[in-house]
């Protein structure tokens, strides 16, 4: 009989030891709980801090819960980060991958837990862990790039001056792959000649390029999206040339913080009479050279339609829907469904309706607006 008693003292015990458990769990452990992990790669640049303040508006009104996470341009502190989250329940993974191939090692530990990835506006390469990606169209990004080069150079054998973003960003190769696919032809008839990469001369009579030959190019034109770097690539490039490689040139330079950085070099050169620059991303500072005639164009991506769609595939996740999507891109693995969202070419033109009229900016952030 007493067996029975301890026997029954004991299932008693831990009845309610299992109940206090599960009311435990259900308040402060869904507390804990984030149904969305986003990992940026950096806060030194201020649209990934845009963003930050984007995806908690995005969520602001819903039932979901996010966090935020920084990796500051290293891929082990990425992959800390995705392992934080992931051991906050999370159900869905946004990532913008600080090195396409790198990241797949932190993606893949998501997918063992279920866990859907998207990746943000840079493609994650060389694994099957990816189910989404929402991306402007790059290819479509240097395209403009180019374009716009080609529109406003006048005469023949106007010197080129190539830039590139990092060889371990994706979009560096499809801004690249679309810039030369428009530019290329030009190159062949002779309305630009090749200033600055011995790799792009060697294969100026191909409008398509494997993936090694723009390797090669990168290589000698990259400027790591650093500011610095692309300086002193511009330095060195003008030491290096000709006077007949100066005078009238056009450069393509990646985004706005290379394009500013190389700008500068360029209207320093006593030998550089005039000079038309690339961008991309719509930087407050960049639109402001813009304004000041100091670069001449910038392709502005609407990060707020890019944080809307991605949101939108994130929620048609949680909320069990199948997202919509409008292409795919191989990753070297798989190819991944995408989300593609357009871009828009601004110069001085169209600054004011562009980015003022619609809201992206404030006319009174600067400085010399018609």
Not at 90 to 97: H, K
Not at 299 to 305: A, G, I, L, S
């Amino acid at each position: 009989m007493k067996r029975w008693k301890s026997i029954s003292l004991l299932l008693v015990v831990m009845l309610i030891a299992a109940l206090m458990g599960a009311c435990s769990n259900s308040t402060g452990g869904s507390s804990n709980k984030i149904s969305v992990g986003i990992v940026l790669p950096t806060k030194d640049e201020p649209r990934w801090v845009q963003d930050e303040q984007r995806f908690k508006d995005a969520l602001k009104d819903s039932e979901y819960t996010t966090e935020i996470l920084f990796s500051q341009g290293s891929s082990a502190k990425e992959k800390e980060n995705v392992e934080t989250l992931i051991n906050k329940g999370i159900d869905v993974l946004i990532i913008t991958p600080q090195d396409g191939a790198a990241a797949a090692a932190a993606v893949e530990a998501a997918k063992k837990d279920d866990i859907k990835v998207i990746s943000y506006d840079r493609l994650i390469t060389d694994t099957d862990a990816v189910d989404y990606y929402v991306t402007f169209d790059s290819v479509a990004v240097g395209a403009a790039q180019g374009q716009y080069l080609i529109d406003h150079s006048e005469g023949k054998e106007v010197p080129l001056y190539l830039y590139a973003g990092a060889a371990s960003d994706n979009n560096a190769f499809l801004f690249f792959e679309g810039a030369w696919s428009v530019l290329q032809p030009k190159i062949a008839d002779g309305t630009f000649k090749i200033a600055n990469s011995s790799e792009a001369e060697k294969v100026k009579d191909k409008q398509e390029l494997s993936r090694d030959e723009m390797s090669k190019i990168l290589g000698q034109v990259t400027t790591n999206w650093d500011p610095n770097e692309a300086k002193n690539k511009a330095q060195t490039h003008l030491t290096a040339v000709d006077t007949e490689m100066k005078g009238d040139v056009a450069v393509l330079a990646p985004n706005d913080g290379t394009a500013r950085a190389i700008a500068d070099v360029f209207a320093s050169d006593g030998d550089i009479s005039s000079y038309f620059v690339t961008g991309q991303d719509a930087e407050k500072a960049s639109i402001q050279y813009v304004i000041d005639g100091k670069q001449s164009m910038t392709v502005f991506k609407d990060v707020r339609t890019l944080v809307t769609d991605v949101m939108g595939i994130a929620i048609d996740i949680l909320d069990g829907k199948t997202p919509e999507t409008t292409g795919s891109y191989d990753n070297g693995e798989i190819d991944v469904k995408a989300k593609q969202t357009d871009v828009i070419v601004v110069d001085k033109d169209n600054v004011q309706k562009e980015l003022i009229d619609s809201d992206y900016y404030e006319a009174s952030e600067f400085t010399g607006l018609k």
